[in-house]
């Protein structure tokens, strides 16, 4: 297996915790990695080799003028690398918008792709992460890419999750065939009509991701984009006050001493470093966003992840099945 490309230079914790994170993934997976970055300022790469950039996109530059004048930038040599064969896959916890426009540029589209679509796990307590496309790659969609948003989640679905048939809801205001705006209304007509690979079940509420009703939830990257930070936010507050609570009182303290070990768990299983990130779909190899603030956790299981989905041979699943359209 060619190394998995980390970016050493990306995130908020870079490039520390994401070194960090890289080597105890080539420890933990016994999966090759090499770091991408400035060695002057990566400093000990605990044994990992580096592709040499000089350059970096900050989280605040604008991605797509970042990766068309930062050209020996981490994020552009790393994506280099998938396209030229040194690399089997790319993970960044940089800048997403020029994350996503390094894979696109460099790495190219998979045949018959429209556009690329950011693939998001929402954790469901007990059950199998729903996934939620587009999170946020195109504001603006056309029906017809919704529908190959269906066709590549789908297959994500099922090689990730080993869901035998994953259902595919539509995100809309409500679960009527006449519920949304006009691009709702059109990507249905065209997912009930019938879309290979796609088990389609209909229109989906916001309430619905994060329960068993369904596995896979399209939309546009605007509304996806929305929705998960809605999310991120009011698990972090429920989070906060909840565990505010048990420390409010000398009587919530002992009480905490019964509930903490059975909520932690759960906290576990909501904390976005354990999902690794996010994939970007329909670029012609594999590609992983990690959030901005991710840990050395974070990293090993983005490198789980990507390692998965080269093993798994998703980039050639994904050009299938829309090529089945």
Sequence with gaps: MLPIAVDAMGGDRAPGEIV???AQAAHELGVPVVLVGDPAAIGDTHG???IPASEVIGMHDDPAAGVRRKKDSSLVRAA???????ASAMISAGNTGATMGSALLRMGRLPGVARPAIATPIPVPGSTPTVLLDAGANAD???AWLVQFAQMGAVFAAERYGIDKPRVGLLSIGEEDTKGNAL???AHALLAGGAPGVHFVGNVEGRDILTEAVDVVVTDGFTGN?????LEGAVKFMRDAVFGAMVSTEEAIKASEVLIPLLLPLAEEMDPDSQGGAALLGVDGVCIIS???SSAKAIVNAVRVARDMVEQGLADRLA???AAT
């Design 20 to 22: 960090a994170g890289a």
């Design 184 to 186: 709702v209304k059109e």
């Design 320 to 322: 299938a099945a829309v």
């Design 226 to 230: 929305v929705t998960l930070k809605t």
């Design 48 to 50: 990992l080799d580096v």
């Design 141 to 143: 969609c056309k029906p």
């Design 291 to 293: 959030h901005g603030s």
């Design 80 to 86: 280099e690398a998938v396209r030229d064969g040194k």
